[in-house]
C-alpha cells in the first residue's frame, strides 16, 4: 500500500494525541540537534549542513513514511561514505551522490523491493556496521584528546601512525571535558529518562568550557558563526561522467538507507505493536534524499536511536516527527549563533558513544560462534570495510553471500537411484501413491529421484549421479516430486538428459513434477518435447505408464492405496 501513514493517522488525529506528539517532537528536536550538528562535521562538512538534514529530511520522512513513529536524518552510518565522496568529489558530487541515492530508493519503492532488504545477511550488516563503528571512533580522537593534528589522513591504517607521533601534543582541557561529556552521556543516561544525556552533556560541556576560560576548540573558532538563515536551493550540474563514477557510491548510500531505514522501522514496530509500510518508507527516503542535498543537506535515513526516543517519550503518530523538525528549524534560525559555542571535544563524545552503541560487540562475538561460512561474510565485511571502503565491503559481501547460499543449496540438493531391491524394515515417510517400498518395478525401469531446488548450483551434482543412460535401460523414471524450484540451467540440464535418453530408444517419465518447475518447464517447450502422457502425477501412475511401453499389464492398486491416493 503505497499511502504515506500521515494520511491514514489523521483521519482519527485528536487533541490528545496532538499534546502527546508535541511533547516527543521536542525532546527528540532536542536529542537531534547535537547528533545533526556532530554527524555533518565528521561526514566532512559543516554543522550547518547536518542541522538541515534534520530540518529537511526530518520532515520528509515523516510526512511521507510508511511508519507512524519513524524520524529521520543524518546518521552515523552515512559517515564514512559521505567523507569519501567530499574527499575525492566535493560536496557538489556528494549532491548528486545523494540525489542518485534518492531516485534509486524511489524506484525501489515504486518496483516494492522493500521486503527484499530482509534478506541481506545478517553477518553482512554486523560486519559493516561494527566496521562504521571503529572507523568513527578512530576519526574522533583528535578532537576528543585535543591532538595538533593539521591534516588527519582518510584511511584508517594511515591514521595510526599520525596518532601516535602526534600523541604529546594531547590538551589536558579538551581530555577534561571529553571525560566529563562521555561520563554524562553514559552514566546519567542510565538514571535520567525525561531529559536527553547527550543534551545535558552539550550544556554541561559548553558551559565549563566559557565559565572557566579552557583553550578548547569549538564551532565557531573552527566552521566560524551557523548561519541562522535558511539556505537557497542549488541545483548541481550532473554530466555522464560524473553520474558514472558516483555510480557506485550512490547505490552504497541507497543500501545503507533502506537497511537502515527499514531496521528501524521493525525495531518500531516491535515497541509500539505497528505495522510499517516498508514500500512506501523507502519512497519517502528517496524523496528526502532527492530534495535535502538541493539545500545543502547530506544522505539521510531512519535513525533508530532518536525513533525508540520518539517513540517511549509518547510519539502516536507521524506528526511528532514533523513537529522534531519544526523545532530543530527554530533553533536553527534564533539561536545558531549559541550553537557555536558547542566544544568539538563534546561532539566528538556524542560520537564516540554512538560510535560503541554501533558496534554492536557482543553480536559480533556470537556471530564469531556460527558456521565457518558466516564467519567468512562477517570477517570478510569488516575488514574491507575498515580498510579499504565501504561500497567494495558491500558489494563483496553479497558477492560471497549469494555463492555461500548456492553452495549450501547445491549440497542440501541430492539426486540419487532407487534400487530395485527393497529393505522392508527400512524407516520410511511415504506412504500410498508416494511409497516405493513393496512396488513390482519392471525389469528395464531405472526410477531416480531428485530433491531439492533444481538451479545451476546442483546442475553439476545431476550430471555427475546420472552419467549414462544404459542401452538396456527401455524406460527412465525420474521423480521429482522434492523440487520446488527449477532454473534455466535446471531445464537445460533436464533436456540434455532427455537427449541423452531419445538417443538410447530410452522413454523418460516425471513423476510428481509441482506447479513451478511444470510451468517453467511448459515455457521453455521442455513438457511438449517430453509428451503429456509422461508427465505423470504419483509413482503408481509412472510405473503403469511404464509397463504401457513395456507392453504390460496394470498393476492393481489395493484399496488401501486408492484411499491413500484419493487423499
Not at 193 to 202: C, G, Q, R, V, Y
Not at 257 to 265: D, N, V
Not at 328 to 343: C, D, E, H, T
Request: neutral net charge; proline residues 4%; aromatic residues 8%.
Amino acid at each position: 500500500m503505497l499511502i504515506p501513514k500521515l494520511v491514514t493517522t489523521l483521519k482519527t488525529y485528536n487533541k490528545q494525541t496532538f499534546y502527546s506528539d508535541v511533547s516527543s517532537g521536542v525532546i527528540v528536536g532536542i536529542v537531534a540537534l547535537p547528533l545533526a550538528i556532530a554527524f555533518g562535521i565528521a561526514s566532512g562538512v559543516s554543522p550547518a549542513n547536518g542541522l538541515i538534514t534534520a530540518v529537511i529530511a526530518g520532515f520528509l520522512i515523516s510526512a511521507l513514511g510508511g511508519s507512524r513513529v519513524q524520524i529521520g536524518g543524518p546518521t552515523g552510518a552515512f559517515i564514512v561514505i559521505v567523507y569519501g565522496i567530499v574527499q575525492k568529489y566535493g560536496f557538489e558530487g556528494l549532491m548528486i551522490a545523494t540525489i542518485m541515492a534518492g531516485i534509486i530508493l524511489v524506484l525501489m519503492g515504486f518496483m516494492k523491493l522493500g521486503t527484499l532488504i530482509k534478506f541481506i545477511p545478517l553477518p553482512i550488516i554486523t560486519g559493516f556496521t561494527s566496521g562504521i563503528a571503529l572507523i568513527i571512533f578512530t576519526t574522533q580522537i583528535k578532537d576528543l584528546l585535543g591532538l595538533n593534528i593539521n591534516e588527519l589522513p582518510s584511511e584508517f591504517l594511515a591514521k595510526i601512525p599520525v596518532y601516535v607521533n602526534h600523541i604529546t601534543t594531547l590538551n589536558y582541557d579538551t581530555l577534561i571535558v571529553s571525560a566529563v561529556s562521555v561520563f554524562t552521556i553514559i552514566v546519567l543516561g542510565k538514571f535520567i529518562k525525561k531529559i536527553p544525556s547527550t543534551f545535558i552533556a552539550l550544556i554541561l560541556g559548553t558551559a565549563i568550557v566559557h565559565l572557566f576560560g579552557l583553550n578548547v576548540e569549538t564551532i565557531s573558532s573552527r566552521f566560524g558563526e551557523i548561519s541562522s538563515s535558511f539556505p537557497a536551493p542549488k541545483i548541481p550540474v550532473i554530466t555522464f561522467d560524473i553520474v558514472y563514477n558516483l555510480a557506485g557510491p550512490a547505490f552504497t548510500i541507497a543500501i545503507l538507507g533502506a537497511i537502515e531505514s527499514l531496521l528501524s522501522a521493525v525495531v518500531a514496530d516491535g515497541m509500539t505493536g505497528g505495522r510499517h509500510r516498508s514500500n512506501m518508507e523507502l519512497i519517502a527516503n528517496g524523496a528526502a534524499n532527492i530534495i535535502t542535498p538541493v539545500f545543502g543537506g547530506i544522505p539521510a535515513t531512519g535513525a533508530i536511536a532518536r525513533t525508540v526516543t520518539n517513540i517511549r517519550n509518547g510519539a502516536k503518530t507521524p506528526v511528532s516527527g514533523i513537529i522534531h523538525s519544526v523545532v530543530l528549524l527554530l533553533i536553527m534560525l534564533f539561536f545558531g549563533k549559541y550553537a557555536g559555542m558547542i566544544p568539538m571535544a563534546v561532539l566528538a563524545s556524542i560520537l564516540v558513544v554512538v560510535a560503541y552503541n554501533m558496534s554492536e560487540w557482543r553480536e559480533f562475538k556470537a556471530q564469531l560462534k556460527m558456521p565457518k561460512s558466516d564467519v567468512i561474510v562477517l570477517l570478510t565485511t569488516f575488514f574491507l570495510t575498515v580498510i579499504f571502503d565501504l561500497t567494495i565491503a558491500i558489494e563483496v559481501g553479497m558477492v560471497l553471500s549469494a555463492m555461500l547460499f548456492m553452495k549450501r543449496m547445491a549440497e542440501v540438493t541430492n539426486v540419487g537411484m532407487i534400487n530395485r531391491e527393497f529393505d522392508e524394515n527400512a524407516e520410511t515417510d511415504d506412504s500410498g501413491a508416494n511409497a516405493v517400498q513393496g512396488k513390482n518395478i519392471p525389469k528395464g525401469v531405472l526410477i531416480y529421484e531428485v530433491n531439492g531446488p533444481f538451479f545451476f548450483g546442483a546442475a553439476s551434482k545431476f550430471k555427475e549421479a546420472i552419467r549414462i543412460v544404459g542401452k538396456s535401460t527401455k524406460v527412465l523414471i525420474l521423480r521429482l516430486r522434492n523440487v520446488p524450484a527449477i532454473d534455466s540451467t535446471g531445464i537445460a540440464t533436464l533436456e540434455d538428459f532427455y537427449y541423452d535418453c531419445k538417443n538410447n530408444s530410452t522413454t523418460l517419465i516425471l513423476s510428481g513434477i509441482h506447479a513451478q518447475p511444470m510451468f517453467a518447464c511448459e515455457r521453455a517447450g521442455l513438457l511438449e518435447k517430453i509428451g503429456e502422457e509422461n508427465i505423470r502425477g504419483n509413482i503408481d501412475d509412472a510405473l503403469n505408464r511404464s509397463r504401457d511401453i513395456l507392453g504390460l499389464p496394470h498393476e492393481n492398486i489395493t484399496a488401501e492405496k486408492e484411499s491413500s491416493l484419493e487423499k
